[in-house]
C-alpha cells in the first residue's frame, strides 16, 4: 500500500528567509508525486508535480520541491517566504501505472510565515 | 481558464436529512474525483468516475451515492445525514488522455449537519 509522511504538523518560518516543507512516501514502482495548497475554507490548489525527468521540479508562486528517490522524499522549498505563502501545504503520491487511481495525501503542514 | 465549479457552497442540514452535492468540471476533462476533508483532516479519497462509469471507489458510506452524467458533471447523494458527516467535500477532475493525471480541485461544499 501507498503512502506519504509529512513529519511536521507545522513550519514556522520568517518572511525573506527559506522555506522547506517536508515529505516522505512509500509507494511500489516509480512514484508520481505532488504538493498542493490549501487556504482557509478553499480547495486544494496544485502546486507542482513529479512524475519523470529532472528531479528538481519548478511550479507556481515560486515554489520548488526535489525528488530523492534514495531517501524517498519530496521536500517542497521556496527561497524567500512571503506573508501571503502561509497556508496548509499537502502533498501526495499516487503509484504509476494501471490508469487513474486515487490519490493518497498526506495529513498536512500548516506553514506560517512571520512577518 | 474555467475551472472546476461546485455548489452550493454552503450547506446546512438536519439530521436524517438528505443532501445532494454537485459538481462541474473543467470542460474536456472527463474524470470526476469525490473527497471528503472533516475539520483538521486531510482529504480522504471517497469516489472516482471516469465516462460515467465508477471507477475507483475510497471510504465512501453506504449512506452516500454518486454518479456522473452524460455531460460529465457529478453528483454526490448523502441520506441519513450524520452530525460527522459534516466536512468539506470537494470534488476534482482531469484528463484521462492527457497521461498522468494532474487534478484540478473545485472550491468546495462545505456541509454543516445540525
Known amino acids: 500500500a501507498q503512502s506519504v509522511a509529512q513529519p511536521e504538523d507545522q513550519v514556522n518560518v520568517a518572511e525573506g528567509n527559506p522555506l522547506t516543507v517536508k515529505c516522505t512516501y512509500s509507494?511500489?514502482?516509480?512514484?508520481?508525486l505532488f504538493w498542493y495548497v490549501q487556504y482557509p475554507n478553499r480547495g486544494l490548489q496544485f502546486l507542482l508535480k513529479?512524475?519523470?525527468?529532472?528531479?528538481l521540479v519548478k511550479g507556481s508562486y515560486g515554489f520548488e520541491a526535489e525528488f530523492n528517490k534514495s531517501q524517498t522524499s519530496f521536500h517542497l522549498k521556496k527561497p524567500s517566504a512571503l506573508v501571503s505563502d502561509s497556508a496548509l501545504y499537502f502533498c501526495?503520491?499516487?503509484?504509476?501505472?494501471?490508469?487513474?487511481?486515487?490519490?493518497?495525501f498526506g495529513t498536512g503542514t500548516k506553514l506560517q510565515v512571520i512577518p | 481558464a474555467a475551472g472546476v465549479i461546485q455548489s452550493p457552497r454552503h450547506l446546512i442540514k438536519e439530521k436524517r436529512e438528505t443532501a445532494t452535492l454537485k459538481c462541474y468540471p473543467i470542460?474536456?476533462?472527463?474524470?470526476v474525483y469525490w473527497y471528503q476533508q472533516g475539520p483538521g483532516q486531510d482529504p480522504q479519497f471517497l469516489i472516482s468516475?471516469?465516462?460515467?462509469?465508477?471507477?475507483d471507489k475510497g471510504s465512501i458510506p453506504d449512506r452516500f451515492s454518486a454518479q456522473q452524467f452524460s455531460d460529465y458533471h457529478s453528483e454526490l447523494n448523502m441520506s441519513s445525514l450524520e452530525l460527522g458527516d459534516s466536512a468539506l467535500y470537494f470534488c476534482?477532475?482531469?484528463?484521462?488522455?492527457?497521461?498522468?493525471?494532474?487534478?484540478?480541485f473545485g472550491p468546495g461544499t462545505r456541509l454543516t449537519v445540525l
Open positions: 468516475f471516469y465516462e460515467k462509469m465508477q471507477s
Open positions: 509507494v511500489s514502482g516509480n512514484p508520481y
Open positions: 501526495a503520491v499516487r503509484p504509476p501505472s494501471g490508469g487513474y487511481q486515487k490519490v493518497t
Open positions: 476534482a477532475s482531469s484528463l484521462r488522455l492527457a497521461g498522468p493525471d494532474t487534478q484540478y
Open positions: 470542460p474536456r476533462h472527463d474524470t
Open positions: 513529479y512524475i519523470t525527468g529532472d528531479n
